[in-house]
């Protein structure tokens, strides 16, 4: 082992609070020979025995004269948010190399002035996310190169944990968006979880300032502060890639955090704290446990060998930054109405907890969406919980972005929610849809942005190929080509109500292009009445051609790719956890039904709990319709459509409606299990 007086000196900034930690990190590698601590900077005196494996360290309160003093070859700066630049400016000044603590500043601007500082100085910047030290992030990257879960159709994260009273009381900057008119951004996406937007981003590879673009955040508190403790982001990365995040304070339970990487034949998730790493595809459930390197140690490195590269140089995180500073420009967070919440404990301990936002947290990150995008369903219970009320209500409540546009009601009871899907990511082609769909008994027969294809969205008319727009979502299949990501997504706008009630909804929608002009318009009557043993939805839409020209409407397969000519009336299915069944009066089976015609089709599954099954019958509302051939997956994923274009694209001529289709309709039966 080395003489102590040639290991590398350390000086600790900030010794208290999350400073300890870094603290006993230096004493275990002071004991392992790496590293000796050479002095602390702290303006508050530390406890009895507090310094005692070290000896006799200067304890200074300012870091210009423990620099002076001491000077370290390395500072690990652990300080609030807003100190971070001044200070590690200085250090780098003095000659030293610096670890710096998460988040690296307050500001865009304080960031780049201090990246432009480190490499000014040639010495080594190291920013303290550990998760990026951890070699389960490139195992992960590797696995998406190797086509492991098909194609990246998103990244989702998620963190649930629980802070009590005391946590936003530690010191006189926590829980606060400014200081004395300083900015601070301590809130839960910027601090505690700011691993999770990190980890998110380096899975896609896209961690260098303007990487991201797009940023969408929603910040709410339940706590007395004044930044969010629960909070949502998205944003889309220059490589295309949906990137969603969603954390909360106010925790039912306390789990680990995680980031998920959807894909097209599977996911990838990883738990960052852990390094564990869960691969699910059709064929393997893998699980396998990462090391980390200590980035300490890595900074080290780069003090004996200038020409080492740091494993979180400033530049590794100017993505994260962009997030950072659009939480601060942000509005406000939202306060969490109180019959939204509860107190739980008493006195420092006491904590407030949001009932239901553990899975609503989670769903953002599976679904790759927003709070205020979740159609209702998440229940809150508790014993301040209004009786039907969700976490969902809780957000729009402070929110007008759900989307929500009406809802259908048989024998008193709402069946199904409609809304405008408005506030969809642009690659799901928003459009109006029906979510959740449900039996009398509240059994929900609907599924919306699935793992699998995103841009499933309930029950909803959508066609890929609008005179080349894709209003149906996701990749557009194009001949000699395939499925490709392309910037070709339309809209469906809803334009007014005819009539309006609980058990009609009568409007006018426009199909628009990526620029925004008009393609057709769209006369839809969506109807709900009780039958025999369940309830009907009646469904008929018109479509009109406003402009010039003739309007095609085509499919994957009209474009070449056989067995794929869905459009039209789709209506997803929840994945089943028990036994299925499709079938047709004179058929059985997915290979059977699917393009065939007839005077029904019928569905049986349940909503992935064998106890909740149902039934759903789809069928023609007239002679008309009843030619169209039914679009059918079940091994896949379970899907039913009334399609358009089977094999050849349907035209509709200037101002013509449908060409010579007419109007087309289809029922919908929806019956509890039989």
């Not at 609070?17 to 590293?35: K, S, T, V, Y």
């Amino acid at each position: 082992m080395a003489g102590d007086v040639d290991r590398p000196r350390v000086a600790l900034v900030g010794a208290h609070g999350h400073g300890q930690w870094h603290l006993r990190n230096i004493e275990r590698l002071a004991a392992d020979g790496h590293l000796r601590l050479a002095g602390i900077c702290d303006p508050v005196p530390l406890g009895p025995g507090a310094l005692a494996p070290f000896g006799d360290v200067p304890v200074l309160p300012r870091l210009t004269d423990l620099l002076t003093e001491v000077a370290p070859q390395v500072t690990v700066i652990c300080t609030p948010i807003h100190t971070h630049t001044d200070l590690t400016l200085a250090a780098l000044a003095a000659g030293s190399h610096v670890l710096l603590e998460k988040p690296p500043t307050a500001t865009l601007a304080d960031f780049d002035r201090l990246s432009a500082g480190a490499r000014a100085s040639g010495l080594g910047c190291q920013i303290g996310f550990q998760s990026l030290g951890s070699s389960a992030v490139s195992a992960v990257r590797a696995l998406i190169a190797d086509g492991a879960i098909g194609d990246v159709l998103g990244i989702g994260a998620a963190g649930t944990w629980q802070r009590d009273a005391t946590y936003f009381t530690r010191a006189s900057w926590a829980g606060r968006r400014r200081l004395d008119d300083v900015p601070v951004v301590d809130g839960a996406l910027t601090n505690p979880f700011a691993h999770a937007t990190v980890t998110a981003l380096a899975l896609d590879g896209s961690l260098e300032r303007g990487a991201v673009d797009d940023i969408e955040v929603e910040l709410y508190r339940a706590n007395a502060i004044e930044a969010d403790d629960t909070s949502c982001l998205r944003l889309r990365t220059a490589r295309g890639t949906p990137v969603t995040v969603a954390v909360t304070l106010c925790a039912e339970q306390t789990r680990s955090p995680y980031v998920t990487v959807h894909g097209t034949s599977g996911t990838i998730t990883l738990a960052y704290k852990e390094g564990e790493v869960r691969m699910r595809t059709a064929v393997v459930d893998r699980t396998e446990t990462y090391p980390a390197s200590d980035l300490l140690l890595d900074l080290l490195a780069r003090v004996r060998n200038p020409a080492h590269q740091l494993l979180v140089p400033p530049e590794a995180t100017g993505a994260f930054m962009a997030v950072v500073e659009a939480v601060r420009t942000a509005p406000e967070p939202r306060s969490v109405p109180p019959e939204y919440w509860r107190s739980v404990g008493s006195g420092a301990m006491s904590r407030v907890e949001i009932p239901g936002i553990d899975a609503m947290v989670m769903r953002c990150a599976e679904e790759l969406t927003t709070f205020s995008e979740l159609a209702p369903g998440v229940v809150c219970h508790g014993p301040r919980q209004r009786e039907g009320t969700t976490v969902t209500d809780s957000m729009a409540a402070t929110s007008a972005t759900d989307g929500s546009l009406a809802r259908l009601v048989v024998v008193g009871r709402s069946v199904a929610n409609y809304s405008d899907g408005s506030t969809l990511d642009q690659t799901l082609s928003p459009r109006p849809f029906l979510h959740p769909v449900t039996t009398l008994t509240g059994t929900v027969v609907t599924d919306v942005r699935p793992a699998d294809h995103r841009w499933h969205l309930g029950v909803s008319v959508a066609i890929q190929d609008v005179a080349g727009v894709n209003i149906w979502g996701g990749r557009t299949y194009l001949r000699g080509q395939g499925y490709t990501w392309r910037d070709d997504h339309g809209t469906i706008r809803h334009r007014g109500w005819h009539r309006r009630s609980d058990d009609l909804l009568d409007e006018d929608l426009a199909w628009c292009g990526p620029d925004g002009d008009e393609l057709l318009t769209e006369r839809r009557v969506l109807a709900a009445r009780r039958i025999t043993d369940g309830w009907a939805l009646d469904v008929s839409f018109t479509l009109h051609n406003n402009t010039g020209a003739p309007i095609s409407l085509g499919s994957p397969a009209t474009n070449g790719r056989e067995n794929a000519g869905y459009g039209g009336l789709f209506w997803r299915l929840p994945i089943a956890a028990g036994e299925t069944a499709v079938f047709t009066p004179d058929a059985r089976g997915e290979a059977a039904v699917h393009e065939s015609r007839s005077r029904w089709l019928a569905y049986h599954g349940d909503d992935g709990d064998p106890a909740r099954p149902f039934t759903v019958v789809l069928a023609p509302a007239d002679d008309r319709t009843a030619q169209d051939r039914w679009f059918v997956r079940i091994d896949d994923y379970p899907g039913l459509c009334s399609a358009l274009a089977t094999h050849e694209p349907l035209r509709i001529g200037p101002g013509e409606s449908q060409s010579a289709s007419g109007n087309r309709g289809d029922g919908g039966r929806v019956l509890p299990g039989m």
